[in-house]
């Protein structure tokens, strides 16, 4: 099968009844879910989502990086220009699931693999306790600077045998959460 002619044909049926051509750029929810790749997780059927609802950015494991990190300050630069100022906040959701493929990132022979062949350090985004690696990564949104304190943000993890969402983290603001000293001194590497 070509899974281009696939896509393509797929594409043609959403098309023909597409009527949201005049959709604003920033998401009705003002929303960004950070969750990860794989394809069994996707917010949309999980949250029940609508287009043009949220944002969504995916990376193995559903980790706040560094790349996560600029992408939400540059999207809160954005939105600032989108609104004349008025709004550069919006809320964070950070969805892990079960069984996660990243759980693998923490074997050791695998870091020193991935260190050697292409120079990338995985060691500190594997998954391997989801809740403290959830508060971990709020964490690193908490130290962040320049991250908007008025910024939500709240964790959450999915699982994939049952379709259910569980809390970690409720919603609160980044100030709310520096201000419990979550996250302080968690170092991100270069």
């Known amino acids: 099968m070509n899974i281009q002619n696939e896509l393509m044909a797929r594409n043609a049926c959403f098309a023909a009844t597409f009527e949201l051509g005049d959709m604003p ?12 790749i794989d394809a069994r997780v996707d917010p949309a059927h999980i949250l029940g989502l609508d287009l043009g609802e949220a944002i969504v950015a995916r990376n193995n494991g559903g980790r706040v990086t560094r790349a996560v990190i600029e992408e939400i300050l ?4 954005l939105v600032g220009a989108a609104t004349g ?13 079960t069984n996660c493929g990243a759980q693998r990132l923490a074997d050791p022979q695998l870091q020193g693999m991935l260190q050697q062949k292409f120079g990338i350090d995985v060691s500190e985004y594997a998954v391997t306790d989801q809740a403290a690696d959830l ?27 049952t379709g259910a969402v569980q809390e970690v983290a409720p919603v609160k603001s980044l100030a709310e959460y520096r201000a419990a000293n979550v996250g302080a001194a968690v170092p991100m590497a270069e």
């Open 135 to 161: 508060m971990t990564d709020i964490g690193r949104l908490a130290d962040a600077p320049g991250m908007p304190g008025e910024m939500t943000v709240s964790a959450m993890v999915y699982d994939v045998a």
């Open 74 to 77: 540059t999207l809160t630069v």
């Open 85 to 97: 100022g008025q709004e550069t906040a919006f809320n964070i959701v950070l969805l892990q699931h």
């Open 25 to 36: 750029i920033l998401p009705q929810l003002r929303t960004l879910i950070v969750t990860c």
